[in-house]
């Protein structure tokens, strides 16, 4: 089956720096991707759509300068948390329907663990 | 917001008995997905279900959706220690791909 690799899987971070988080489709293009986070105990919010080649789309409440995201290619999207603090601590993880296929198909990225310290 | 929203918040059984989990959402739906995610993991995909469909079945899975009630349940018959899990419903109701998650049944089966 389609493969998405997330990486970091786990990064601790002191308060102030920017980490970046990457998305990639081992075995298919996407032209979207998704990225979700997920608070302990609490299900997935959707935080914005990646657009290969155009700038991202964020969903309401999701400050676009404090998470940056970059999808220069067919099979990679990055989400950068710029100036991390404490409350950026949480679960993030991407998404991405195949190229060509519905959009609602989604595989999904392992997660990445972010700790801002 | 989030649309779904899922009943049991923690289901506890033994191993052999079957589990059932709901879920309602609050707008028109084009399709509902179920999703199992285990404890610090990604998204598995489970099932898959169209808004004029109203049971479907893969292996020990069971959903049915009810439109009219705006709402679906998952069964998993015959339970076993290795799915203990998180299962959270999904909907998209414009094939946006944009899904908007219920908020998850955790599902403890005990050997």
């Known amino acids: 089956g389609a493969v998405v690799s997330q990486h970091p899987s786990r990064v601790i971070c002191k308060s102030g720096t920017s980490v970046k988080i990457e998305c990639r489709s081992l075995d298919f293009q996407a032209t979207t991707m998704f990225w979700y986070r997920q608070f302990p105990k609490q299900s997935l919010m959707l935080m914005a759509t990646?657009?290969?080649?155009?700038?991202?789309?964020?969903e309401q409440g999701v400050e676009k300068d404090k998470f940056l995201i970059n999808h220069a290619s067919l099979t990679l999207s990055t989400l950068t948390v710029t100036s991390a603090h404490p409350e950026d601590s949480s679960f993030y993880i991407c998404?991405?329907?195949?190229?060509?296929?519905?959009?609602?198909?989604?595989?999904f990225g392992a997660g990445t663990r972010l700790s801002v310290l | 917001s989030q649309q779904g929203e899922e009943d049991p918040q923690a289901l506890s059984i033994q191993e052999g008995e079957n589990a059932t989990m709901n879920c309602s959402y609050k707008t028109s739906i084009n399709n509902l997905q179920w999703y199992r995610q285990n404890s610090g993991r990604g998204l598995v995909h489970l099932i898959l279900?169209?808004?004029?469909?109203r049971e479907k079945h893969s292996g020990r899975l069971r959903v049915t959706l009810d439109t009219s009630k705006k709402s679906s349940s998952l069964l998993i018959t015959a339970s076993r220690a290795a799915d203990t899990a998180s299962y959270f419903c999904?909907?998209?109701?414009?094939?946006?791909?944009?899904?908007?998650f219920g908020q998850g049944t955790t599902l403890q089966v005990k050997p």
């Open positions: 990646s657009n290969e080649g155009s700038k991202a789309t964020y």
């Open positions: 998404s991405a329907p195949p190229r060509g296929t519905a959009k609602n198909i989604q595989y």
């Open positions: 279900i169209r808004s004029n469909e």
């Open positions: 999904a909907t998209d109701a414009g094939n946006t791909g944009k899904l908007i």
